[in-house]
């Protein structure tokens, strides 16, 4: 079975724009959550959706979106991109949510100049 | 909302010998403590967990205990190698639908 992947892997952008990031979950997997990783940080969660609906959400400023498709791939994406965005975003998928397994994606290296 | 502690943040070990982490939680209603390893360059890999309704969990080198009284949980990597050497991550859940909330991270470090 295919693992979680990530596109792009690595992405460079200016301060101000925007960047859309995609995640295709495992077969089957229906929930897939969205985590930013930070030196600083560490691993912090920004949103879940399950079934195109989304659950839940950390406390990241508006500017982070994401949406879920039918087929259970999911997109985030980061407005006016500021400096402090640079990071390691995670994508994990999971049969059911956060309370059962849930396996990484290798990421999307974000930096922003 | 949910706090998790992780200790210690750095440890190196001797190949062979046993490595523990410790991690601590906030909230009782948490049910689902998964424990990742996390190698450079990778997004971090699910090693093994357990929920609340056990004490503990056994797989092969690797075990995980769970104190709900204490509120912590701990990981034991017996007769590690080197290839055990990389950032472990434990964390915490009260729900399916809810969050996921991590530790800061332990630098395992394996020498020879």
């Known amino acids: 079975k295919a693992g979680v992947t990530q596109t792009p892997r690595y992405l460079i952008k200016t301060r101000g724009q925007q960047v859309t990031l995609s995640c295709s979950p495992i077969s089957g997997h229906r929930s897939v959550s969205w985590y930013q990783q930070t030196p600083g940080q560490g691993l912090q969660f920004l949103f879940e959706y399950f079934s195109e609906t989304q659950r839940n959400k950390g406390n990241f400023p508006g500017r982070f979106s994401g949406r879920q498709f039918s087929n259970s791939r999911s997109e985030m994406n980061v407005s006016t991109l500021e400096l402090g965005d640079s990071a390691l975003y995670l994508c994990?998928?999971?049969?059911?949510?956060?309370?059962?397994?849930?396996?990484f994606g290798p990421g999307t290296r974000l930096t922003v100049t | 909302g949910e706090n998790v502690e992780q200790h210690p943040s750095t440890l190196s070990v001797q190949e062979g010998d046993s490595a523990v982490i410790k991690c601590t939680y906030s909230d009782s209603a948490s049910n689902y403590f998964p424990w990742y390893k996390q190698e450079l360059g990778k997004g971090p890999q699910l090693i093994i967990d357990?929920?609340?309704?056990?004490g503990e969990k056994k797989d092969q080198r690797i075990a995980v205990t769970l104190n709900k009284t204490a509120k912590h949980f701990s990981l034991h990597i017996t007769e590690t190698q080197p290839e055990d050497s990389a950032v472990y991550f434990c964390a915490a859940c009260p729900g399916t639908a809810s969050k996921l909330t991590f530790g800061t991270g332990t630098r395992l470090q394996v020498t020879l």
């Open positions: 994990a998928s999971s049969l059911a949510g956060p309370g059962y397994e849930q396996y």
């Open positions: 357990i929920r609340s309704n056990v």
